[in-house]
């Protein structure tokens, strides 16, 4: 990341940029008990594939399953913020960023796809721009914003699975294949009033007006060749009708019709801030926003799923709480501390996505978030600095209906009842540099866990963990040439430092998503004997970093 700002008389420019890539093997997801069917070569009589046969982090080997992943994200920005007169400035931001996803599998000899499209290659991408421009005004008891934005995103799905020994490649289309695009423009009118008609008070209502355009069309046929002993097949997400061209085996998982839709709504915020004691702020607040819903790849909305049921999903947020401040009295020096209690709810969802056959899955719900945080942080000697964080969610489905049933009153999945993180770090100076020593204890609560059996919310729970984290950094201060006085940061990084084996994410299947062509694996039962899937997380490991800041 880089940016650098010019000031000047009237205001300031800064232009700035970022850049991230990562790469890595994709594992699988693995059974956390063995399972009848589902063996780590995919073929009967070898090893069965869980954690507790194969090994807590065991993966398939290479030549039967190899899957890398390769992120890539650019951006470059410029903001402006021009003094119009002595109490209004005009500001302006404008931004492009690329984004690139690419999923390479060499091999496929595990799951229950067929030797035609044993590979894939997924290389979805997105390019955006968006400008946003308002005005400020400080006036004698208040100060107002207004301003509008506009965001435009092309989105295209690009995927193929194949296979070289018949015939097929990246381009040329395997019996699944797709590439759809979507275009979508976000734009909103907004105004906001900072209301102080007390030094101690501070009144905030706010209003903005968001429209939401989303169109979808399908280059499946321009991008990828059709070979002639395949066909080709493909449906209408509008209509249900269908294309077929010759004996129809490579399928085109988009939807050969285009379409668009469009939709606004009104935000209404407000929020009160009272200094009621130089060390006591009470503050509360209401919004509403609403979003348009995930479209997905191959299984979401315009792709798979009429686009007549897209509606736009709305939030409410209400929240109230207390922050202390207090400096230097007795023991505290410079204390910290907060309570907030919220309540979400987030209505009309269209919950679209595939689920372990590859079926695709559609659910309307509403959804209901209470919980509180609670934060603390001090440096109760002067190098030493503690803080801690805790979170309690109680997360349910006011409503969840799929397929006509109803799961009403279930737990939404993977939201933590309980979270907390406590630690502290040490300043010790030597000599001009300072070295810091740093320890922090993470605490994830237990989360209900999806079922992939039912498409829906499940009643099993996956286990709460807890992770214990070191950290050593050395704080350098260095004169870099036309850069003036400038440190340099040397860190070094230990996580997990107890080896715990945890997982991170688990999820109820019925073992289809494992068995090889020919297999038959039992459909289990969702509580104590349901089969779950899990990604582990990181077992001890140490990395370190080198930072330069100028």
């Not at 693995?30 to 069965?48: A, H, M």
């Amino acid at each position: 990341m880089s940016k650098t700002i010019k000031s000047f008389s009237a205001g300031s420019f800064e232009f700035g940029g970022y850049f991230a890539r990562s790469v890595a093997y994709r594992a699988p997801i693995i059974p956390t008990s063995p399972y009848p069917g589902i063996y780590i070569t995919g073929s009967t009589g070898s090893v069965p594939y869980s954690q507790k046969t194969s090994g807590y982090y065991s993966t398939p080997p290479f030549n039967v399953y190899e899957k890398q992943d390769e992120n890539r994200f650019w951006m470059v920005y410029a903001r402006e913020n021009i003094r119009l007169d002595s109490s209004t400035t005009l500001h302006n931001l404008t931004y492009y960023q690329n984004y690139k996803r690419t999923h390479s599998r060499l091999h496929d000899l595990f799951y229950s796809f067929g030797q035609n499209e044993a590979m894939e290659y997924n290389d979805p991408h997105t390019n955006a721009i968006g400008d946003k421009i308002w005005l400020t005004t400080r006036l004698p008891l208040n100060k107002a914003t207004l301003g509008a934005y506009y965001i435009h995103d092309d989105y295209n799905t690009r995927n193929n699975f194949y296979s070289t020994a018949y015939g097929t490649n990246t381009t040329v289309a395997g019996p699944f294949f797709r590439s759809g695009n979507f275009s979508q423009n976000d734009f909103a009118l907004f105004a906001q009033d900072d209301i102080h008609p007390i030094r101690m008070l501070h009144i905030v209502p706010g209003i903005r007006f968001v429209s939401f355009q989303t169109a979808y069309n399908d280059t499946a046929l321009q991008d990828f060749t059709i070979l002639p002993n395949q066909g080709y097949y493909a449906k209408c997400a509008l209509t249900g009708g269908h294309l077929q061209i010759g004996n129809g085996n490579s399928f085109d998982s988009g939807s050969i019709c285009g379409s668009h839709a469009s939709r606004n709504g009104i935000e209404p915020s407000i929020s009160v801030n009272a200094q009621l004691l130089p060390w006591l702020t009470a503050y509360g607040s209401y919004s509403e926003a609403y979003r348009t819903p995930a479209v997905g790849g191959a299984f979401g909305l315009f792709a798979k799923i009429n686009p007549s049921a897209y509606g736009l999903e709305q939030g409410q947020y209400y929240d109230a709480g207390l922050k202390f401040n207090v400096e230097n009295r007795g023991f505290l020096h410079h204390f910290l501390a907060g309570i907030d209690y919220f309540h979400i709810r987030y209505a009309k969802q269209s919950l679209s996505y595939a689920i372990g056959g590859g079926q695709s899955v559609f659910a309307t719900g509403t959804s209901i978030y209470d919980g509180a945080n609670l934060f603390v942080d001090d440096n109760p000697l002067y190098n030493l600095f503690v803080f801690g964080n805790l979170s309690l969610i109680n997360a349910k489905y006011q409503s969840y209906v799929t397929g006509g049933t109803s799961y009403n009153g279930s737990h939404v999945p993977y939201v933590p009842a309980v979270n907390f993180n406590v630690g502290a770090y040490y300043d010790i100076p030597m000599g001009g540099m300072i070295l810091q020593p740093k320890l922090w204890y993470q605490y994830t609560g237990s989360q209900y866990m999806f079922d992939d059996t039912t498409g829906a919310p499940s009643n099993v729970q996956m286990p709460a963990y807890g992770v214990l984290n070191m950290a050593l950094k050395l704080k350098v201060p260095v004169r870099l040439p036309y850069a003036g006085r400038n440190t340099v940061d040397v860190s070094l990084t230990a996580l997990n430092v107890t080896n715990n084996r945890y997982n991170q994410y688990e999820i109820v299947g019925a073992g289809g998503y494992f068995s090889p062509p020919g297999a038959t694996v039992p459909t289990p039962a969702v509580g104590s004997n349901a089969l779950v899937y899990a990604y582990p997380g990181a077992p001890f490991g140490i990395y370190g970093t080198v930072a330069v800041h100028f």
